[in-house]
């Protein structure tokens, strides 16, 4: 029953749309039709009026051109001359019957008639003296006239000259229903003559319908309606005046311009109802067809919604509902496939086809419990600027390449996966530090070797960061966050390998405390500055000291540097901090300068100060606020801060040099920063790491280093610091190989700046003694 229902109301729905369609196209095809006709009707009137008025003029001209000859002819103006009357009658009798003229009359200049082929007496007025008097006035004249019998002619006027005017020659066409009848042939419309009369009643004088039909213009002759209604047909009307009253109806019969779409729209509906008819029929085969087998694909459809994927559907048929069953059977092997895809997808990398970050995860918690592992977490140096510059294309194909150079690597029962971008991870059971070291110098060694891309070579290197398990962290997400921590280090010191626990780890609950701590200090005023003084070798003099950041803490005590500090970096509230040192160290350097103290201040720069877009402005300022020679300070700056980002540290120093400030590479030699580079920045003095200096007069070693360190210093115009001295010894070495400043326990301890004028003073009597 419902498979019935179904059939039926398929074939309605689909013949319902057929006649629904069928019905507007006929709607269409009869308005548009109407709009047609009303147009043509229009167009065919108008060409019968101009074709009508050009037939009038015709006849005028062969009228005129009749008379003119008759006119010219010397027997017959002789005649008139001389009022032949008989032979001037049979003249104009005969040239009348030649152009089948019904009239033809002449008249004397006097307006009185001469001869007629009318019934009418030599001596009678002239039947039309409007006529006459328009001739005389424009020298011929032409009209429809009736004469006394009611005719209507079609009149011209013209001069008979002998050579002076003598006579009036008038010739005419009756326009009659025969004249009507051979108009409408030539305009195909209907032609009706009309003489309105003053009480407003038309006459009809001429019509080229037929006898029967002239009683049905009683519309015609009271209205002067465009649309006339004449025994139930209808008509479109156009009025013609000719002359005196009389004026010409021109009819079209609507039926005559209505017929051949009248026959357009009745075939269209036969071919309407054949369609239909046959559409319907066609329907109803189709729906059944349609229905058959849609129990069969409903139950397959339902195994597939249970996952049943194994049972194949049924033989498909070569029509549409085997197309359909074709589909379903394509749409469960396609699932089964597609399942499998995404297994593939949650854990293999789409672009490299390693494991992805989800897969590494899973690995990591099937390790077996209290064995040790490492995380080594992969990046490629400067991967982005290939990418950038080569596009992205190139950039996919080299990491492709990257994990075809690493893929080889992995030991047995490892794992190498792609995090994200360039990153990649190796997961090493079982490997200790040695171990994770070792396997992290072969990883940078296999990624030395250059990778070739159509024809292009391409250098690269990477940088390596390391997490052990358990001592790093105990879950894969912890290891890895210390991984990258490590691999950032590794690449700010351009190390290539570095191990988390070198980093200093993830801050501890007591260094995250150190975050309000630091805050509150700097505006508690708990942070101070002491002074080292630095000796120049040369003169024996203090001519500058380091202004080094102390922290009181009121309830920890005195906080040293080294803990707080690199936090304070690796936070970046060194950014708060280093404005208030700047700002304390000029104002201080100000009171020395007042007091006459030729003493130089210097203050440490960290990374994050050294890219500040606006530390030049600000040291500008300082120095203008507090009146302090720009010589009087001097900036520090560590060779790791240089190397972060060397444009931009490159521009900063250029426009601190530019304002007059001394500039100073501090702990030189423990960074990789070569003096190669360091010529091409605008620095003044290098400062020797105390790592060198001290033992310098027991190690040969450190002692061939700071030599030629101080040698090529002084070739490339710099002069050379060294801190860290601590012994009388080191002190003459330094002064021996030509140091130039010297800075350490072994000169004086840091100390306040009341301190130091005292102790200033104190040097000064010493060496003066």
């Known amino acids: 029953m419902s498979s019935r229902s179904l059939r039926h109301r398929i074939a309605i729905v689909f013949v319902g749309l ?44 062969q009228l005129e051109t009749a008379a003119a000859v008759l006119a010219a002819d010397f027997a017959f103006r002789e005649a008139i001359a001389t009022q032949d009357q008989p032979t001037v009658r049979s003249v104009i009798r005969n040239h009348g019957q030649r152009i089948h003229a019904q009239v033809m009359m002449v008249t004397g200049t006097d307006g009185r008639m001469i001869a007629s082929t009318q019934r009418a007496t030599a001596g009678e007025p002239f039947p039309f003296p409007d006529l006459l008097a328009a001739a005389e006035a424009s020298g011929r004249s032409a009209g429809f006239r009736q004469m006394r019998n009611g005719q209507l ?55 080229s319908a037929p006898p029967a039909q002239r009683t049905m213009l009683a519309d015609v002759l009271v209205t002067r309606s465009q649309d006339i209604d004449a025994g139930g047909a209808h008509y479109a009307a156009a009025r013609v005046p000719l002359d005196g009253g009389i004026e010409a109806v021109l009819q079209l019969s609507m039926a005559q311009v209505q017929a051949p779409f009248g026959q357009l729209q009745g075939r269209l509906l036969v071919v309407i109802g054949g369609a239909v008819a046959v559409f319907a029929l066609g329907s109803l085969m189709l729906a059944g067809r349609i229905v058959r087998p849609l129990n069969e694909l409903s139950a397959a459809a339902r195994r597939i ?46 672009l490299t086809d390693l494991p992805n970050r989800t897969r590494f995860l899973e690995a990591f918690g099937r390790l077996t419990p209290g064995a040790g592992a490492a995380v080594l977490v992969v990046n490629v140096d400067r991967f982005a600027l290939i990418n950038h510059a080569l596009g992205h294309v190139v950039g996919d194909r080299l990491l492709r390449a990257v994990a075809g150079q690493l893929e080889p690597l992995v030991p047995q029962g490892g794992m190498l996966a ?3 971008a360039d990153q990649f991870a190796f997961l090493l059971e079982g490997a200790d530090h040695d171990a994770a070291h070792g396997f992290a110098g072969a990883v940078l060694a296999a990624l030395r070797d250059p990778v070739t891309l159509d024809g292009q070579r391409l250098d690269i ?33 351009h190390a290539g390998v570095a191990f988390a626990l070198d980093t200093g780890g993830e801050p501890a609950h007591e260094q995250m405390s150190l975050i309000g701590d630091m805050r509150r200090a700097l505006q508690a005023g708990e942070f101070t500055l002491a002074y080292q003084p630095k000796l120049a070798l040369g003169s024996g003099r203090i001519v500058a000291v380091e202004a080094l950041l102390r922290w009181q803490h009121p ?45 130089a201040v210097s203050a440490n720069l960290s990374t994050l100060d050294l890219l500040d877009p606006h530390l030049g402005r600000r040291v500008r300022d300082m120095l203008e606020r507090h009146a302090v020679p720009a010589r009087r300070l001097c900036l520090e700056i560590t060779e790791s801060a240089l190397m972060d980002d060397p ?61 030629s360190t101080i040698m090529l210093s002084h070739a490339l115009g710099l002069s050379v610091v060294a801190e860290g001295v601590e012994t009388p010894a080191e002190l003459r070495w330094l002064r021996e190989h030509g140091c130039d400043i010297a800075q350490g326990y072994g000169i004086g301890r840091p100390m306040t700046a009341a301190q130091f004028g005292e102790w200033l003073a104190e040097f000064a009597a010493r060496t003066t003694v």
């Open 461 to 493: 290197e990477a940088s390596v960061g390391i997490a052990l398990y358990p001592d790093d962290g105990l879950d894969a997400a912890t290891l890895l966050r210390r991984a990258e921590l490590a691999l950032g280090a590794a690449k700010r010191r």
């Open 647 to 707: 444009a931009l540290a490159q521009a900063h120093l250029d426009e601190l040099a530019g304002l007059g400030i001394k500039l100073s590479i501090d702990d030189y030699g423990v960074g990789q920063a070569s003096l190669a580079y360091l010529k091409s920045l605008p620095v003044d003095e290098l400062k020797l790491d105390r790592s060198f200096v001290t033992a310098i007069t027991e190690s040969p070693r450190n002692a061939a280093i700071v030599e």
């Open 153 to 207: 002619y079609q009149v011209v006027l013209v001069p008979i000259m002998a050579p002076t005017r003598i006579a009036w020659v008038a010739m005419g066409f009756q326009v009659d229903d025969r004249w009507a009848r051979d108009m409408a042939d030539v305009t195909g419309l209907g032609v009706r003559i009309l003489h309105s009369v003053r009480d407003g009643t038309p006459t009809l004088l001429a019509s």
């Open 555 to 599: 309830v920890r005590g005195s906080i040293p540097p080294a803990r707080f500090i690199p936090f304070a970096e690796q936070t970046g509230f060194i950014r708060e901090i280093t404005p208030w040192v700047l700002e304390t160290a000029v104002r201080q350097a100000a009171v020395w300068h007042a007091a006459g103290l030729d003493v």
């Open 305 to 350: 919604a249970l996952g049943d994927y194994a049972q194949p559907l049924p033989p498909a048929q070569g029509d549409e509902i085997g197309q359909l069953a074709g589909s379903f059977e394509q749409m469960r092997t396609e699932i089964a496939s597609r399942e499998e895809r995404i297994a593939r997808l949650a854990y293999v990398d789409g």
């Open 18 to 61: 057929l006649v629904l369609v069928m019905g507007l196209v006929l709607a269409l095809v009869h308005s548009s039709s109407a709009r047609i006709v009303g147009h043509e009707t229009q167009r065919e009137l108008a060409v019968g009026a101009r074709v009508f008025q050009r037939l009038l003029d015709q006849n005028q001209r």
């Open 418 to 420: 792609r995090l994200w």
